[in-house]
T-cell receptor, first 112, second 115 residues
Framework: TQLLEQSPQFLSIQEGENLTVYCNSS?????LQWYRQEPGEGPVLLVT?????EVKKLKRLTFQFGDARKDSSLHITAAQPGDTGLYLC????????????FGTGTRLKVLA | GAVVSQHPSRVICKSGTSVKIECRSL??????MFWYRQFPKQSLMLMAT?????????EQGVEKDKFLINHASLTLSTLTVTSAHPEDSSFYIC???????????FGDGTRLSIL
């Protein structure tokens, strides 16, 4: 069974600080998605990374895909209270069924 | 853009009641949809794959007779929690790939509370 471990599990920081969230897999994956979820809502896609070593930027968010395609990171610069939420990485099953396996999640709270 | 709609958004009912949750793809057809369950402060756990015109595929540990899935049309999948008990209280979310392409579109979830 493919597992996705995220760290840290919880993170509480002050507004303006930087942070990094990690997502690690027990095996290689072809692509990985990062989502953010707010309470009572479904996950919202932030980015998809496909190529080993790939770096994508979305405003203050920087996503990196490991060279070996077994890990990924999400870095937030100058965090804001609006960044508060549950961050989830997810990968597609390699069986071609398109089902997702979600990471264990990182709950971020940014204090004003 | 493509949207997946879930209904109802919240259900509160007594123990022993059966509850049906609908997942609709509003502007695209979905031969496959997925159902997830999320307990408080936890990640999403895949429950089953809903297949249009055929039986659902359940993940290990998910009771087929407890969580009935029907995918009778290309835009609608339903999840029925039969004889629900307090331990079934959770946030249920569906998703659907559009034309088989990633990423998937997620519904806004249904919060089920069994008293």
């Amino acid at each position: 069974t493919q597992l996705l471990e995220q760290s840290p599990q919880f993170l509480s920081i002050q507004e303006g600080e930087n942070l990094t969230v990690y997502c690690n897999s027990s095996s290689v994956f072809s692509s990985l998605q990062w989502y953010r979820q707010e309470p009572g809502e479904g996950p919202v896609l932030l980015v998809t990374v496909v190529t080993g070593g790939e770096v994508k930027k979305l405003k203050r968010l920087t996503f990196q895909f490991g060279d070996a395609r077994k890990d990924s990171s999400l870095h937030i610069t100058a965090a804001q209270p609006g960044d508060t939420g549950l961050y989830l990485c997810a990968l597609s099953s390699t069986s071609g069924t398109y089902k997702y396996i979600f990471g264990t999640g990182t709950r971020l709270k940014v204090l004003a | 853009g493509a949207v997946v709609s879930q209904h109802p958004s919240r259900v509160i009912c007594k123990s022993g009641t059966s509850v049906k949750i609908e997942c609709r793809s509003l502007d695209f057809q979905a031969t496959t949809m997925f159902w997830y369950r999320q307990f408080p402060k936890q990640s999403l756990m895949l429950m089953a794959t809903s297949n249009e015109g055929s039986k659902a595929t359940y993940e290990q540990g998910v009771e087929k007779d407890k969580f009935l899935i029907n995918h009778a049309s290309l835009t609608l999948s339903t999840l029925t929690v039969t004889s629900a008990h307090p331990e079934d209280s959770s946030f249920y979310i569906c998703s659907a790939p559009q034309g088989g392409l990633e990423p998937q579109h997620f519904g806004d979830g249904t919060r089920l509370s069994i008293l």
